[in-house]
Antibody
């Protein structure tokens, strides 16, 4: 079964860091770009960023709202994508999702992990 | 990058058709045929309904269709069913190699 599972969410104080993981199974992880998204409580979806597959350089792109604070990486040997979040703000409170990218769309999504930034 | 503009809500009776618009700019929707649509029910992850403007993934009913004209993309649900009640989001690739979502539309089946 093709599946993505996010983990690592929780309660963190403003200014601190947190790393989320997205563990894939059921497909050849290294063949795909992987994206991260978030959804603040009661709000819409926001694209956070993505990491390209190694075939396309493994490079990353980010939304302006997180650029310079968040870093996306991947470990193809473990089929895991990571979202390193630094200098967290209360505005970063959201459910964070990862997805598989295919043909400029997102076809497989994880169940999400909640990140709460609060003192 | 500003969010794409969608109507906050649309509604229709079972069997009717509803259309959701998604307006962007020449830097996103207007530049590429890389618009996708997602359905999200409360407490669940989004589900891909349409990719590359008008293509349906396997398993998505053919009552869902997509189109684009200029800077505006549209999702039409024909033969509306109770199970179609959800939030819908459009998404577009941009000229900055990023992605942007629409503001979201709540579909209500009367």
């Amino acid at each position: 079964e093709v599946q993505l599972v996010e983990s690592g969410g929780g309660l963190v104080q403003p200014g601190r860091s947190l790393r989320l993981s997205c563990t894939a199974s059921g497909f050849t992880f290294g063949d795909y770009a992987m994206s991260w998204f978030r959804q603040a409580p009661g709000k819409g979806l926001e694209w956070v960023g993505f990491v390209r597959s190694k075939a396309y350089g493994g490079t990353t792109e980010y939304a302006a709202s997180v650029k310079g604070r968040f870093t996306i990486s991947r470990d193809d040997s473990k089929s895991i994508a990571y979202l390193q979040m630094n200098s967290l703000k209360t505005a970063d409170t959201a459910v964070y999702y990862c997805s598989r990218d295919i043909r400029f769309s997102f076809d497989i999504w994880g169940q999400g992990t909640m990140v709460t930034v609060s003192s | 990058q500003s969010a794409l503009t969608q109507p906050p809500s649309v509604s229709g009776s079972p069997g009717q058709s509803v259309t959701i618009s998604c307006t962007g700019t020449s830097s996103d929707v207007g530049s590429y045929n890389r618009v996708s649509w997602y359905q999200q029910s409360p407490g669940t992850a989004p589900k891909l309904m349409i990719y590359e403007v008008s293509n349906r993934p396997s398993g998505v009913p053919d009552r869902f269709s997509g189109s684009k004209s200029g800077n505006t993309a549209s999702l039409t649900i024909s033969g509306l069913q109770a199970e179609d009640e959800a939030d819908y989001y459009c998404n577009s690739y941009t000229s900055s190699s990023t992605y942007v979502f629409g503001t979201g539309t709540k579909v209500t089946v009367l």
